[in-house]
């Protein structure tokens, strides 16, 4: 995996350890580091970057199902995550409210691919050369049936990215961003109940756009 140092020059994340000199027992939480790179540690986002990089790279690719793309929206959502640090409210974990920006740029990503209507198995983002070789002889597991496989999850991917909000939001931070009720409910300021009827409703929508006249 690439080294997830946001690149825009204005961040200023390098390498080394970040500086922090208040003392501290065991890690240091995230409000603490957010303060430090606030009050002018420009160093300190690193320890966030190596904390939630796996992670947000995991959301990204869940909705692009491109490692390299993943990579390179988990980038860009670290650099805006760093010139947004300030509207951060705290009241939250910090891996939610970054999970947040990386998958809104990811659906924004993936909006702009144009529309197929088939895949080849030798290109598909969903199946690898490697895995179509290793499946058995199977009439299920023949090439053709893998490729119609990748499309569905593809065809799934850019149902949930045509969702109105806020249903679009909660069904991705859920299922793509793998976050709580409870965490999206913070991330949005919306009463639990609400997130939960959203997610219902939004679930609904998109059984109708995947299988259109499917059972009610």
């Known amino acids: 995996m690439m080294a997830m140092t946001p690149t825009d020059p204005s961040v200023g994340v390098s390498s080394r350890r970040p500086p922090i000199d208040a003392p501290h027992q065991g890690p240091l939480d995230d409000a603490q580091i957010v303060r ?3 009050d002018g540690d420009r160093d300190a986002f690193r320890i966030l970057v190596d904390r939630e990089s796996a992670a947000v790279v995991r959301s990204c690719y869940r909705v692009l199902a491109d490692m390299h793309e993943a990579e390179d929206v988990a980038q860009e959502a670290f650099v805006s995550a760093y010139r947004s640090l300030a509207s951060w409210r705290g009241d939250g974990p910090f891996g939610a ?3 947040r920006i990386a998958v809104r740029l990811a659906l924004r990503q993936l909006g702009q691919r144009r529309a197929v209507t088939w895949l080849r198995t030798s290109t598909s983002d969903a ?3 490697e895995t179509v070789a290793s ?4 009439p299920r597991h023949q090439p053709e049936h893998v490729a119609i496989l990748a499309e569905s999850a593809g065809a799934t991917r850019r149902a949930v990215a045509s969702l109105d909000e806020p249903y679009r939001e909660v069904v991705s931070l859920r299922f793509f961003g ?7 409910a913070t991330l949005t300021g919306r009463p639990l109940g609400t997130v939960k009827t959203h997610l219902r409703r939004g679930l609904l929508r998109l059984r109708d756009i995947v299988e259109p006249g499917g059972p009610a």
């Open 135 to 138: 499946l058995p002889a199977n």
């Open 97 to 99: 409210w970054l999970t």
């Open 127 to 129: 199946v690898s050369a």
């Open 178 to 184: 793998d976050r709580s009720l409870e965490e999206i």
């Open 36 to 38: 430090a790179v606030l």
